[in-house]
């Protein structure tokens, strides 16, 4: 029976771990004070596409961070609809970087 419960156990742990959702990723916080929150919601539309959407979107694509930071940074336009998104100059890249690896996280 012992034997029978560790495996068990210890997958139930990896689950878990899996599924920590991204709101409660230290990265949230940097979001909301990066002003991203008042444009992007995690699983809704507001004046930019849910993350949950992007994530969906780029899955798979192994440059997926790397061209989503480059939106970030330099702004983007043209892939989601009518409404451009502004560059963000004043944010450093490692921030950026953690952003969209954050962003690819988003699940609905
Ligand atoms: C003024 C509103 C606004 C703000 C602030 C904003 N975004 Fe956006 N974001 C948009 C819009 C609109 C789009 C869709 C652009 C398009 O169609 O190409 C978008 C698209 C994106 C995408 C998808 C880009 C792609 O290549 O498909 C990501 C990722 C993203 N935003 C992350 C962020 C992050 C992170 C921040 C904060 C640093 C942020 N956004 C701040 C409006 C905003």
Known sequence: MKNFLIPLLL????CLAAETPAEQSPVMALAKDSGCLTC?????KIVGPA???????YKGQADAAASLAQ??????????GRIPMP????LSV?????L?????????
């Open 40 to 44: 992007h919601a995690l699983t809704e």
């Open 87 to 90: 560059p963000h100059p004043s």
């Open 100 to 108: 969209a690896r954050w962003v690819m996280t988003v699940q609905k």
């Open 71 to 80: 939106s970030i940074q330099y702004g983007s336009k043209g892939k989601w």
């Open 11 to 14: 997958l139930s742990g990896a």
């Open 51 to 57: 993350y949950s959407n992007v994530a969906e979107k």
């Open 94 to 98: 490692e921030d950026i970087n953690k």
